[in-house]
């Protein structure tokens, strides 16, 4: 429950003791024994709130496609891969709703997440899990999925 601040505080040393010793914490809910009392209910979510009490320099999401599209890849061949949000993100959010059925941790959850993150000063990034060597290019500052830039509150209303 990170709403409990002795247990966030725990949650924060525990990672950035993991960090001092070079290791990348990778945040996942167990969803098969998490109970009601202390399910956060979705990864995405769970992911951005921790990089934002933990202050963490990028956020990463991986998913099943390569980032944020202009409409939904996997039915739609003319969709496009958005390579950059920041004040352009309430455009993205509606195509974002258009494109997808409001589903348990889909694309709709990555961009939430990931705007809550750009908000709080840091960037994220949305990427595909099965691209080649995803974490070595985005750690080098390739070019890879969609980049959420730091907004500051700031969009295209």
Excluded: C
């Amino acid at each position: 429950d990170l709403s409990n601040p002795e247990r966030f505080t725990n949650v924060r040393n525990t990672i950035e003791t993991l960090f001092d010793w070079g290791i990348v914490p990778i945040i996942n809910e167990n969803d098969a024994i998490a109970t009601e009392e202390i399910q956060i209910g979705d990864n995405d979510m769970l992911s951005a709130s921790v990089a934002i009490g933990v202050d963490v320099d990028l956020l990463v999401t991986l998913t099943d496609v390569g980032g944020v599209y202009t409409g939904n890849p996997k039915d739609d061949d003319d969709a496009e891969l958005i390579e950059a949000v920041g004040t352009n993100y309430d455009t993205v959010q509606s195509l974002v709703d258009d494109s997808t059925t409001a589903e348990f941790g889909g694309i709709q959850t990555k961009v939430e997440g990931a705007r809550d993150v750009s908000e709080h000063g840091t960037p994220a990034i949305i990427a595909n899990s099965a691209d080649r060597d995803v974490l070595e290019r985005i750690a080098t500052a390739k070019s890879v999925g969609t980049l959420f830039v730091p907004i500051n509150g700031a969009t295209d209303d």
